[in-house]
């Protein structure tokens, strides 16, 4: 089955630094990934739609220029927190779907992150 | 209104027991759904995802859906303490690979 891998599984880091996230598919090519973000004993909402080698699709109120999103090839998207501040912290999962338009959304482990 | 709606429970469920979870969509224009069970502090996993209308049967599981009524549900037999877990409805356009998820139910199996 399909496989997404996520790297790390959990960061810390101080206020003002960043942090970058990968998401590899690793038995499947990726034209889109998606990350999600999800608080404490809420729902998974959907950040940002990764499409490679165009630039990423943002959902409304999310900060294009905080949530940094590359994707290079079909195996790798990646996510870079910019200037981190403790609001930030959270759980990002990335997630992947097969070529087509109604195949299951397989998800990263996902990582942690704590804002110092 | 949400566009995927669940009870977000907790759900209490004595082992053997079927288990019945339910989520209500929006957007008629929907065309697949999806049922992801995620434990504590893990990623969501995928449990099932049905298409048509009617429903579908995998072991434990059985997901049923209607299109007319506009809900999804999941059904366990069985459950066992390691159902215990949230439960995640999700729902995307056709074509689309965006999912829009339901806020969860919360799922308990007592022994």
């Known amino acids: 089955g399909a496989v997404v891998s996520q790297h790390p599984s959990w960061v810390i880091c101080k206020s003002g630094t960043s942090v970058k996230i990968e998401c590899r598919s690793l038995?499947?090519?990726?034209?889109?990934m998606f990350w999600y973000r999800q608080f404490p004993k809420q729902s998974l909402m959907l950040m940002a739609t990764?499409?490679?080698?165009?630039?990423?699709?943002?959902e409304q109120g999310v900060e294009k220029d905080k949530f940094l999103i590359n994707h290079a090839s079909l195996t790798l998207s990646t996510l870079t927190v910019t200037s981190a501040h403790p609001e930030d912290s959270s759980f990002y999962i990335c997630?992947?779907?097969?070529?087509?338009?109604?195949?299951?959304?397989?998800f990263g482990n996902g990582t942690r992150l704590t804002v110092t | 209104q949400k566009e995927v709606e669940q009870n977000s429970g907790p759900l209490s469920v004595p082992e053997g027991a079927i288990a019945s979870l339910n989520c209500t969509y929006s957007?008629?224009?929907?065309?697949?759904f999806f049922w992801y069970r995620q434990y504590s502090g893990k990623s969501p996993e995928l449990i099932m995802f049905?298409?048509?209308?009617g429903d579908k049967e995998d072991g434990r599981f059985t997901a049923q859906l209607n299109k007319a009524s506009q809900y999804v549900s999941l059904l366990i037999r069985d459950s066992q303490p390691s159902d215990s877990a949230t439960y995640l409805c999700?729902?995307?356009?056709?074509?689309?690979?965006?999912?829009?998820f339901g806020q969860g139910t919360r799922l308990t199996i007592n022994p």
């Open positions: 049905i298409y048509s209308n």
């Open positions: 990764s499409n490679e080698g165009s630039k990423a699709t943002y």
């Open positions: 999700a729902v995307n356009a056709q074509g689309a690979q965006k999912l829009v």
């Open positions: 997630s992947a779907a097969g070529a087509a338009g109604n195949s299951p959304l397989h």
């Open positions: 038995d499947f090519q990726a034209t889109t």
């Open positions: 957007d008629r224009g929907s065309q697949s």
